[in-house]
């Protein structure tokens, strides 16, 4: 099956932690993306990125960051620099440029 | 920044009522594109207009699209208690096209 897999599902912090939150996609998609999604809110860009080893800040990259070593991964790292992570966080990838995206299921990160 | 504001917040509507949901955007784009969102899931790909396109059809659904408001619409005719969920309408985030942002969305609410 092809498609776009984020994992953990939830996922628990204690505040002063780093954490990592994974994104694979099988879909030999060249583009990735990541964003955050508050309650009631729509879907804010974090990073992208448009091939290995090169990725661009979003909207909201403080206290994130990212890394592409391989096309099919592309994982998020929520930093202790990032005062109020408690979101859905959804990854995304597409084909190439003014095409669809693709997302994943998303993960919902809690700090406690 | 949100490239994509979508009207209105949210929407009750009886079963095989049609349902009218409207973006607007600031800047020029090649496309803009549609996107269904389930409570909790990620997002999944509705319908994908072009500039140069005034009118889309997708089964249930009808999207027109006006560069020269800056404006779309998406109508889902018949409406099911399934097409309950968040829509959301995307525009690119930068002049290079890669990357998608999004609106706010549009709550929808089908009763039976």
């Known amino acids: 099956d092809g498609g776009i897999t984020q994992s953990p599902k939830y996922l628990f912090r204690k505040e002063g932690q780093n954490v990592t939150l994974s994104c694979e996609q099988n879909l030999n998609h060249d583009a990735m993306y990541w964003y955050r999604q508050d309650p009631g809110q729509g879907l804010r860009l974090i990073y992208y990125s448009q091939i290995v080893n090169d990725f661009q800040k979003g909207d909201i990259a403080e206290g994130y960051s990212v890394s592409r070593e391989k096309k099919e991964s592309f994982p998020l790292t929520v930093t202790s620099a990032q005062k109020n992570p408690t979101a859905f966080y959804l990854c995304a990838s597409r084909l190439g440029r003014h095409n669809e995206q693709f997302f994943g299921p998303g993960t919902r990160l809690t700090v406690l | 920044s949100q490239q994509g504001e979508e009207d209105p917040q949210a929407l009750s509507i009886q079963e095989g009522e049609n349902a009218t949901m409207n973006c607007s955007y600031k800047?020029?784009?090649?496309?803009l594109q549609w996107y269904r969102q389930n409570s909790g899931r990620g997002l999944v790909h509705l319908i994908l207009i072009r500039s140069n396109e005034r009118e889309k059809h997708s089964g249930r659904l009808r999207v027109t699209l006006d560069t020269s408001k800056k404006s779309s619409s998406l109508l889902i005719t018949a409406s099911r208690a399934a097409d309950t969920a968040s829509y959301f309408c995307?525009?690119?985030?930068?002049?290079?096209?890669?990357?998608?942002?999004f609106g706010k969305g549009t709550t929808l609410s089908v009763s039976s």
């Open positions: 800047t020029s784009i090649n496309n």
């Open positions: 995307a525009t690119v985030f930068n002049q290079a096209g890669t990357a998608l942002i």
